[in-house]
């Protein structure tokens, strides 16, 4: 629901979204090549990544009030911020000292198994009725998938496979978001119930 | 010693310095040019994404939705603000 034609549309803020986890993809791949221990020379540098996923989170809580019509979708964005202040707060904790356990960073790969059930079970169309259903079907299979990168970490830290498989994730998953259109085709299929097509 | 002379090691000694760069510090810097580069690619792909090139008619969100200049700013802060840091840092812990 666009309020009074002055909300930016729904494919816009997937495009931001999308250049928040770009950046959380950065982020992660920097701190893999060089390492915790480098990654962590300069304290703040610590907090960067938890804190980008935990305003993403905090950012979601608008989209979920503006932006969904209807409960499914509510709930599904919802718990999308849920998970994503879940486990920004518990890396933050981590990074801080408060927090101990390298278990924590289970809370990832259940923010990312819930995330990729919410696009699934939110999307009532078929992949092929148009791109953004085809989008939340890609989307949410890749996040169920890829969250065996983090559960891998939560008892292997070290594994550089798991943290360069988690940190490409999120390049895989901005550039699904950026492909976002609210109306266009998916490989030449587009349902005519889906509205009128962009390019 | 001349001020020439050392003009010159240090020159020699900074060119010694980045052909040892190690990979990992060329990745580091290699990070955010690539990510500019996939944004510029991407506009040239599809000018049709950036409405600045024909915003005749566009409103306001529409003027500031940009997804490839968003790849391109992304790239660019990477290498100013982050990379020189963790570059700084790296070297020094392979000293």
Redesign the interface.
Known sequence: MIVAGIEPQAEMVHWWFATGILILGLLFLAETIVGKEVWGLRPWRRYLWPGTLFLLGVLMWPVMALYTNSMIHMVAHGSWAQVLMLSGAAELGVVRGKLHSQYWRLTLAAAMLVSGTAFLVHEQNGWYFARAAFLHHALGWTLILASVFPLVQAFRPRSVLAASGFAMMFFVIAVLLYCDRDSAAILGHFSAFAGVPHR | MSADIAHRLHGEREKERIATRSA?VR??LA?GPV?VLAGIA?ALV?P?RLTLLHPTAQGF?WL??E?PI??VL?GVL?RLF??P??VE??E??ER
């Open positions: 990992r990745t580091i990070l990510t991407w599809q049709w969100w500031i939705a997804p968003y790849v992304v990477f982050l990379a840091g963790i840092d790296l020094g812990a």
